[in-house]
């Protein structure tokens, strides 16, 4: 079936660190790829994505790139604030007529000042 | 716009007791999405309405049932609750399969006793 792996958290960074979440995906049909963010107490809301390959997804500083022939579709910031301490998630949302998005298990980020 | 809305936020019951989860969005999509999430289980799908008059089971069914009343609303039901269904229930809507993003309600806190 479909599935998406993401690298298992938390990761904990002092403010202004390098941030990479690796995501990986199952390359059956012609996915869109989704980041994620859920913020203490709320709900999923999208942080950025890309519908097809080698599109380049960004927002807020955070970026991701469609890799087909990796299957893959990290999550990068260059420089991470204390507000971005959330939990992340990696997501396929299929396409041809399939209606059930698959995210991955989510990806804990702590960012210390 | 409100977008996808849930009621309630806490919810506390007692074993064999039975309540219903409400959803409704008024971004006009055509699925909705009832998923649970637990620590370190990331989002699991309960149940789907891919569109109005249809649904189907996700990944864990046992002990929920739905009715997609209409366009807008879509509802979670326990019928006897256990301990096992103590969870966060998070509702979704995407207008389409593919490109699309899923928009998510704050959630429903459900503490079985």
């Known amino acids: 079936g479909n599935s998406v792996t993401q690298m298992e958290g938390p990761v904990t960074l002092s403010e202004e660190a390098f941030l990479t979440i690796n995501c990986t995906y199952t390359?059956?049909?012609?996915?869109?790829l989704f980041w994620y963010v859920q913020y203490p107490g709320e709900g999923l809301q999208l942080l950025l994505k890309a519908t097809k390959a080698d599109d380049k997804g960004s927002n807020k500083g955070f970026e991701a790139t469609y890799r087909k022939e990796t299957t893959s579709f990290h999550l990068e910031k260059g420089s991470v604030q204390v507000s971005d301490s959330a939990v992340y998630f990696c997501a396929r949302h299929p396409g041809g007529g399939s209606y059930i998005p698959t995210f991955g298990r989510g990806t804990s980020l702590i960012v210390h000042p | 716009n409100a977008g996808v809305t849930q009621t309630p936020k806490f919810q506390v019951l007692k074993t064999g007791q039975s309540m219903t989860l409400q959803c409704a969005q008024d971004?006009?999509?055509?699925?909705m999405y009832w998923y649970r999430q637990d620590p370190g289980m990331g989002l699991r799908l309960i149940y789907y309405?891919?569109?109005?008059?249809?649904?189907d089971k996700g990944e864990v069914p046992n002990g929920y049932n739905v009715s997609r009343l209409n366009k807008r609303e879509f509802s979670l039901r326990l019928e006897s609750a256990a301990p096992s269904q103590t969870s966060v229930y998070f509702c979704?809507?995407?207008?389409?399969?593919?490109?699309?993003?899923?928009?998510f309600g704050q959630g429903t806190r459900l503490t079985v006793v």
């Open positions: 390359a059956t049909g012609y996915p869109s």
């Open positions: 971004m006009n999509h055509n699925s």
């Open positions: 309405s891919a569109s109005e008059g249809t649904t």
């Open positions: 979704a809507s995407i207008q389409a399969s593919g490109g699309t993003e899923a928009f």
